[in-house]
């Protein structure tokens, strides 16, 4: 079966067969394929008017046509040539959902003192005190501690790709111009 002119197919192996070419935003010229550049035009580069451009899908994924704005957030508008996503992605801190913890920590309260209410000074030595010095912290309450931030991304690219298998994406430059339903 002749393919329709502009097709595009994922072959197997590392060459693009007769009458196809690899998908690498190639820019040709278009009196050399005057009936692919009419169904291309300027989409994937060149000037539209002597030169247009291949699909480039090396490392990326095809993906549908979505022309309108849509009011769900898994769908966005995607047009016929733009390009999206990214194959790694460095995470911040505004790509991870807000949370804390608190941290309650039991004071508790010392009671007693040093011996005769002098610290470590006794009656004798140089410099003693004859008055109590030490007065006892009394207050049994928990204390809260005040929120720490603790970083946990360092901006370093992660893998943001799905599971995938390689071959090489051909589009036909040769068959049938593709007619209209």
Not at 22 to 44: E, F, K, P, W
Not at 87 to 93: G, K, Q, R, S
Not at 128 to 137: D, I, M, W
Not at 162 to 173: E, W
Request: contains cysteine.
């Amino acid at each position: 079966m002749e393919p329709f002119l502009g097709e595009i197919r994922l072959f197997p192996w590392a060459w693009a067969p007769q009458g196809w070419l690899l998908c690498q935003g190639q820019i040709l010229d278009v009196v050399n394929y005057t009936a692919l550049a009419s169904l291309l035009g300027d989409r994937y580069g060149g000037d539209g008017r002597t030169t247009f451009g291949l699909p480039d899908l090396r490392g990326r994924a095809a993906l549908g046509e979505n022309p309108v704005a849509s009011t769900s957030p898994v769908l966005g508008v995607h047009e016929l040539g733009s390009m999206d996503g990214a194959e790694w992605v460095a995470l911040t801190l505004n790509n991870l959902p807000a949370h804390n913890h608190v941290a309650n920590v039991a004071v508790t309260a010392g009671t007693g003192g040093p011996a005769g209410n002098i610290p470590a000074i006794s009656s004798t030595s140089k410099g003693a005190v004859s008055k109590p010095t030490y007065v006892a912290y009394a207050d049994k309450d928990r204390v809260t501690i005040n929120p720490i931030t603790v970083v946990t991304t360092l901006g370093y690219p992660l893998p943001n790709m799905q599971p995938s298998i390689v071959g090489n994406f051909c589009i036909a430059v040769t068959g049938t111009y593709p007619p209209r339903a």
